[in-house]
């Protein structure tokens, strides 16, 4: 018995477990691989280093020859955003956040002379790290969808998933 439920339980868990680990931290170092230098901008890189993730980024934001955003002008954006963003409110933190920096772009309306900044970080901020979201959409969606409700229709099916997921707005 300890035998069968080793092979047929604990082995394959570890192996998903395993499998799941690596694909999430291969996930994580591209992400900080093209974001990485725009989490603390009072920690930045070497300029050729700085011009060489700005490029990398334009080339990643690129879609059918369109680009979010020009590597080279966000690499001027990032050297002058100190004469922007208030350090004397964040002396007593060690690290520049994105969020505070964006915020204080926001603040002092320079929507003009940062737009490559501003993009970046909006894009930046928005990215899921984590799936956690998702697996949740499919538990509900496994309560939902039961062997009684099989046949119902897909909007319903749809209609039904967005109440359960969005209860508290739902409410």
Do not use: C
Request: no cysteine; charged share 30%.
């Amino acid at each position: 018995m300890e035998e069968l439920f080793k092979r047929e339980i604990f082995l394959p868990l570890v192996d998903s477990v395993t499998t799941s680990l690596t694909e999430r931290t291969a996930q994580l170092n591209k992400h900080h691989s093209l974001w990485g230098f725009l989490y603390d901008l009072r920690k930045l890189p070497e300029k050729e280093e700085m011009m060489k993730n700005s490029l990398n980024l334009q080339e990643f934001l690129t879609f059918q020859n369109i680009n979010d955003i020009n590597g080279k002008d966000l690499y001027n954006e990032i050297i002058h955003v100190e004469s922007i963003v208030n350090y004397e409110e964040e002396k007593s933190s060690k690290v520049l956040s994105t969020i505070k920096v964006l915020k204080s772009l926001e603040s002092h309306d320079q929507k003009d002379l940062f737009t490559n900044l501003r993009i970046a970080l909006r894009i930046m901020l928005t990215i899921p790290l984590i799936v956690a979201s998702a697996e949740r959409s499919f538990s509900k969606l496994k309560l939902i969808k039961t062997y009684l409700r099989s046949t119902m229709s897909q909007e319903r099916l749809n209609a039904l998933a967005i109440i359960s997921i969005e209860n508290e707005d739902a409410k």
